[in-house]
């Protein structure tokens, strides 16, 4: 059982909506991800949080909004989105600073009407 | 510079053969090569990893091979089973940059 979990595991949602994804664990890990997957694709990274401060932004369009109330959760904010941005999106997480083992959560199917 | 070039995209391989999957890379920075495990519907999960300055990492069945000269990396699944049908990434990334580039992928599939 993975130890990153995220809700929902599927959304739809249309254009004009407002949604929200959410990812926690309890590893204790300090450095939080969002990726995005699309089918038969690797996972491109959008946001890193480390020690709760946003630290890398790989340029997503705004109507992404990633938040990190604390250590232990992580939100993507989802607003006025495309159909072209219906993927998987992965949460993860690593214990400190740099390149290691990441843990990701199993998804958030995403589909945009 | 940043790329991380993998073959082959797909593979089939019969129950009890040997799986080998190749990468290879440019930015010499790179200091860490993961491979991750991602069954349909779930998240990749992290196989094993081997930082350059050894050139075999073996865990079970699974190994890396690491060639720093040549800037490539391989997995090799021994004993292949039906099981181990996944897509299968390699990564390299720098300690300290946070960021994991990944290769595009390999479907295994193991017939019984």
């Known amino acids: 059982d993975t130890e990153v979990t995220q809700t929902p595991k599927h959304l739809v949602m249309g254009m004009t909506n407002k949604k929200s994804l959410k990812c926690e664990q309890h590893m204790g890990h300090r450095a939080m991800y969002w990726y995005k997957q699309k089918a038969k694709k690797p996972p491109e990274l959008m946001f890193v949080y480390s020690y709760e401060k946003l630290s890398i932004n790989e340029s997503v369009p705004s109507r992404f909004s990633p938040e990190c109330p604390n250590s232990s959760l992580l939100n993507l904010h989802l607003h006025a989105l495309q159909p072209e941005d219906s993927a998987l999106y992965l949460c993860?997480?690593?214990?400190?600073w740099g390149a290691g083992e990441l843990f990701f959560g199993e998804g958030s199917r995403l589909t945009v009407l | 510079q940043q790329q991380v070039k993998q073959s082959p995209q797909s593979l089939i391989v019969q129950k009890g053969g040997i799986s080998i999957i190749n990468c290879a890379y440019e930015n010499t920075a790179f200091d860490y090569f993961p491979w991750y495990q991602q069954f349909p519907g779930k998240g990749p999960a992290l196989l094993i990893a081997?930082?350059?300055?050894?050139s075999e990492k073996k865990e079970g069945r699974f190994t890396i091979s690491f060639n720093k000269s040549a800037k490539q990396f391989s997995l090799h699944i021994m004993d292949s089973q039906p099981g181990d049908s996944a897509t299968y990434f390699c990564?390299?990334?720098?300690?300290?940059?946070?960021?994991?580039?990944f290769g595009q992928g390999t479907r295994l599939t193991i017939n019984p």
């Open positions: 081997i930082r350059p300055d050894v």
């Open positions: 993860a997480s690593s214990q400190g």
């Open positions: 990564a390299a990334g720098i300690q300290g940059a946070q960021k994991l580039v």
